[in-house]
């Protein structure tokens, strides 16, 4: 199954398929690791729900929504 990262629930876990955004976005999120093959899990979501806080290659960042729906994802169980 695959989706956006933004509906992704916390504890969920997927690999990025693809990152489908206009080039300057696409940039920004390949320099910040998030490139198809990756492994995500999702830690922690804003009281508002935006930001999110997600985990990958060892490390945590933080995701506006609007950057989270670009990353489409093969959903894991968690």
Excluded: H, Q
């Excluded at 504890?11 to 489908?20: A, M």
């Amino acid at each position: 199954m695959e989706k956006t990262l933004d509906k992704f629930s916390i504890g969920d876990r997927g690999v990025v398929v693809n990152v489908i955004a206009e080039r300057k976005i696409k940039r920004r999120l390949f320099d910040m690791g998030i490139t198809p093959g990756v492994e995500i899990y999702l830690r922690k979501r804003a009281p508002l729900g935006d930001p999110i806080e997600i985990t990958l290659r060892g490390y945590e960042l933080t995701l506006r929504l609007s950057e989270a729906s670009c990353v489409l994802m093969g959903v894991k169980n968690a």
